[in-house]
């Protein structure tokens, strides 16, 4: 609430929303949109308009697999579970859009799928961690076909690269293995040390890529708020919530002594100085 009216304020006119699978049904068959359905009525309150990114897995229908810590997660691709792995995504998918689709129109598949998201079930074991570009191409082609199943005028976002890595040898594998058959938009998150060293570049190849698939695809940024390398959008979020707290923090500041009033702005300069270092 704090969050919405600054957005709106700000001019943006996109959101990109994680879904969560795994917290949308945690009993086989049944789910719970409510409080995606809070975040989406929110946004388009205030003129900004959502799309979601579809994932991550759940372990419901990923027999064997065990939960990657700290949020107990699994990044791990529901082709690689047979057909209940992907009947439970498939239908996943069907009941999101069903419920949404008339307020929602754009479905991105997953989250960089190239950077940790999308891992090997044996991951622990295997180096790379990361699943080849084939199997999260075949991924966008299952979830784009169970979205346009029941919104056919539906825009599907793929790629979700991050662009931390070397990702172009997998950029390639991507469109080698048919990905640009089943998607309208094509997202990039330009991360990096030094993003200007190599950002243009990366686009171009993209770029290119997309003209010899003859497919009219756009390219989206999917994080990564401006070339000044703001961040995923979470530092944005901190800060928004720092600064609508900021009236109430002054009137309560009355109420110090000057050397808690010296710990309390110490404290809140550290923590801008804590998220620009981090951004």
Request: hydrophobic share 45%.
């Amino acid at each position: 609430d704090k969050v919405l009216p600054i957005a709106k304020d700000s001019g943006i006119k996109w959101a990109r929303v994680q879904s969560g699978w795994q917290r949308a049904e945690t009993v086989p068959g049944v789910y719970d949109f409510g409080w995606l359905d809070e975040i989406v009525d929110g946004l388009r309150s205030e003129g900004i308009q959502p799309w979601f990114s579809l994932g991550f897995g759940n372990g419901l229908y990923m027999d064997g697999a065990v939960a990657i810590p700290p949020h107990g997660n699994y990044f791990f691709s529901p082709t690689r579970f047979g057909e209940k792995g992907i009947k439970g995504w498939q239908n996943y998918c069907k009941a999101m859009v069903e419920h949404f689709k008339d307020r929602v129109f754009h479905w991105e598949v997953w989250n960089e799928p190239n950077a940790g998201f999308l891992r090997r079930v044996d991951w622990k074991e295997h180096y790379p961690m990361g699943e080849p570009p084939e199997v999260y191409a075949e991924l966008v082609k299952i979830t784009s076909a169970a979205v346009r199943s029941v919104q056919p005028e539906a825009k599907i976002i793929a790629g979700s690269i991050s662009g931390g890595a070397i990702s172009n040898e997998y950029i390639q594998g991507l469109f080698d293995n048919g990905i640009a058959d089943h998607i309208d938009i094509f997202t990039y998150h330009p991360y990096g040390a030094t993003p200007e060293n190599f950002y243009h570049d990366r686009m171009q190849f993209i770029r290119d890529l997309i003209a010899k698939s003859g497919r009219n695809i756009v390219m989206w940024m999917g994080e990564q708020i401006t070339e000044f390398g703001i961040g995923n959008g979470i530092s944005m979020i901190l800060f928004a919530n720092i600064i609508s707290g900021i009236p109430q923090a002054i009137g309560q500041m009355f109420n110090l002594v000057w050397w808690q009033i010296l710990i309390v702005a110490v404290g809140m300069i550290a923590l801008v100085l804590f998220i620009i270092f981090i951004n």
